[in-house]
C-alpha cells in the first residue's frame, strides 16, 4: 500500500474504542493477546497480522534492565532474587490465573473480569522457554542477532547491537552460577 494514501490518527492508547467507533480502520501498535481478545469478546473479528508472519524475527518484548552496578553487587545477588521471585510468580500465574488476576482487578475495578482471564490464558506460552529445562525470562542471543541483523537491514538503527554483549541469561534460577 501507498503510504501517502494513509492518513494516521493518534488515538493514544484508545484503540478498541476508535476501532469500534470507526474512527480508525486500523491500527498499529495493538497486542494480539488483549485488544484482539477485546474485539473479539465484543463479536467482531479482528483481522490480527502478527509480527513474526510479516518478516519480523521473533524477539523478547518484556527486557528486564538492570545497572551494572546492581549486577556486580554481591554477585547481583539482588537481580537473581527479582528474577527468581518473577519466575515464581509468572509459574504460579500459569498454574492459577486468579492468583494475578484478582490482585488486579482490585487495583483497577474499571478491568473486565473476562478480559484479563482470556489474555492470560493467551500469553501463559510465551513465557516459558520452548526448552523446559530453560527458566522463565531465557533469552536466545541467535534471535537477537537476527533481530538486529534485521532493524539494520530496514534502517531502524544503524548498527545491530552486539547481542552477546546485550543481554545475559546469568542472572536467571539455575544459570551462570
Known sequence: ?????VKEVNVGFNLVPAMLSGKVDATLGAYWNYEAIQLAQKHKRPKVIRMETAGVPTYDELVIVAREEDLREN???K???FMRALGQGVTALRKDPSVGIDPLLRANRELDRR??????KATMPVFFPADPKKPVGYMQPAEWAAYGDW???NRLVRNPPDAARALTNEFLPGQGV
Open 1 to 5: 500500500m501507498d503510504p501517502s494514501g
Open 75 to 77: 554477585g547481583g545477588a
Open 79 to 81: 537481580v537473581r532474587r
Open 115 to 120: 478480559l484479563q482471564v482470556a489474555s492470560v
Open 151 to 153: 532493524m539494520a537491514r
